[in-house]
Protein backbone atom coordinates (compact mmCIF):
# COMPACT_ATOMS: atom_id res chain seq x y z
CA UNK A 1 0.00 0.00 0.00
CA UNK A 2 0.99 3.49 -0.56
CA UNK A 3 0.72 6.62 2.20
CA UNK A 4 1.62 10.06 1.48
CA UNK A 5 2.49 11.90 4.55
CA UNK A 6 0.21 15.21 5.29
CA UNK A 7 3.41 17.67 3.90
CA UNK A 8 3.32 15.52 0.76
CA UNK A 9 7.35 15.22 1.33
CA UNK A 10 7.26 11.45 2.27
CA UNK A 11 6.09 8.06 0.34
CA UNK A 12 5.87 5.57 2.73
CA UNK A 13 5.21 2.33 1.04
CA UNK A 14 4.52 -1.11 2.29
CA UNK A 15 4.94 -4.65 0.60
CA UNK A 16 1.40 -5.82 1.95
CA UNK A 17 -1.87 -5.35 0.40
CA UNK A 18 -4.48 -7.92 1.56
CA UNK A 19 -4.11 -10.90 3.55
CA UNK A 20 -6.18 -12.83 1.08
CA UNK A 21 -4.10 -12.43 -2.25
CA UNK A 22 -0.32 -12.54 0.06
CA UNK A 23 -1.66 -15.27 0.99
CA UNK A 24 -2.38 -16.41 -2.59
CA UNK A 25 0.40 -15.01 -4.69
CA UNK A 26 3.26 -13.90 -1.64
CA UNK A 27 3.20 -16.89 0.46
CA UNK A 28 6.87 -16.03 1.57
CA UNK A 29 6.04 -12.47 2.48
CA UNK A 30 3.18 -14.36 4.71
CA UNK A 31 5.50 -16.01 6.07
CA UNK A 32 8.46 -13.64 6.67
CA UNK A 33 6.90 -10.46 7.17
CA UNK A 34 6.17 -7.50 5.42
CA UNK A 35 8.21 -4.34 5.19
CA UNK A 36 7.59 -0.78 5.36
CA UNK A 37 9.70 1.73 3.09
CA UNK A 38 10.24 5.29 3.17
CA UNK A 39 10.78 7.35 -0.26
CA UNK A 40 11.76 10.95 0.21
CA UNK A 41 10.10 13.63 -2.34
CA UNK A 42 11.76 16.51 -3.27
CA UNK A 43 11.46 19.80 -4.80
CA UNK A 44 10.00 19.10 -8.24
CA UNK A 45 8.64 15.41 -6.85
CA UNK A 46 12.00 14.26 -7.48
CA UNK A 47 11.64 10.72 -5.71
CA UNK A 48 14.50 8.64 -3.90
CA UNK A 49 14.00 5.75 -1.46
CA UNK A 50 15.67 6.83 1.96
CA UNK A 51 17.70 4.29 2.58
CA UNK A 52 17.84 4.98 6.62
CA UNK A 53 14.27 3.82 6.70
CA UNK A 54 13.11 0.51 7.07
CA UNK A 55 10.38 -1.11 9.37
CA UNK A 56 10.89 -4.81 9.03
CA UNK A 57 7.70 -6.50 10.23
CA UNK A 58 9.00 -10.19 9.87
CA UNK A 59 11.67 -9.13 12.93
CA UNK A 60 9.33 -7.51 15.10
CA UNK A 61 8.41 -9.61 18.62
CA UNK A 62 5.42 -11.62 18.22
CA UNK A 63 5.81 -11.20 14.28
CA UNK A 64 5.64 -11.73 11.70
CA UNK A 65 3.25 -9.24 10.27
CA UNK A 66 2.28 -7.89 7.17
CA UNK A 67 1.67 -3.98 7.33
CA UNK A 68 -1.37 -2.81 4.79
CA UNK A 69 -2.84 0.63 4.76
CA UNK A 70 -1.40 3.42 6.95
CA UNK A 71 -2.08 6.35 8.54
CA UNK A 72 0.28 9.22 8.85
CA UNK A 73 -0.06 11.77 11.60
CA UNK A 74 2.75 14.45 12.29
CA UNK A 75 5.06 12.07 12.62
CA UNK A 76 3.22 8.64 13.80
CA UNK A 77 2.85 5.60 11.35
CA UNK A 78 -0.19 4.07 12.60
CA UNK A 79 -1.87 1.08 9.85
CA UNK A 80 -5.38 1.57 10.03
CA UNK A 81 -6.24 -2.52 10.03
CA UNK A 82 -6.15 -3.37 13.92
CA UNK A 83 -3.92 -1.87 17.10
CA UNK A 84 -1.45 -2.94 18.45
CA UNK A 85 1.01 -0.63 20.32
CA UNK A 86 4.63 -1.64 19.44
CA UNK A 87 7.27 1.20 20.00
CA UNK A 88 10.47 1.24 17.12
CA UNK A 89 13.09 3.62 17.99
CA UNK A 90 11.29 6.97 16.83
CA UNK A 91 8.65 5.75 14.58
CA UNK A 92 5.73 4.42 16.97
CA UNK A 93 4.08 1.52 14.53
CA UNK A 94 0.67 -0.32 15.50
CA UNK A 95 -0.17 -3.06 14.10
CA UNK A 96 -2.15 -6.33 13.60
CA UNK A 97 -1.06 -10.17 12.92
Known amino acids: ?3 LSLDGKRL ?3 TSLYRKWDEQFYPNLVKNGAVMLQVD ?3 G ?3 V ?3 NFLVDF ?3 EGGPYLAHECAILVGI ?5 GYRPAPLKQVRIYFKK
Not at 77 to 81: A, I
Open 45 to 47: GKM
Open 41 to 43: IGN
Open 58 to 60: GIL
Open 12 to 14: YVT
Open 77 to 81: VLPTS
Open 49 to 51: LNE
Open 1 to 3: MLQ
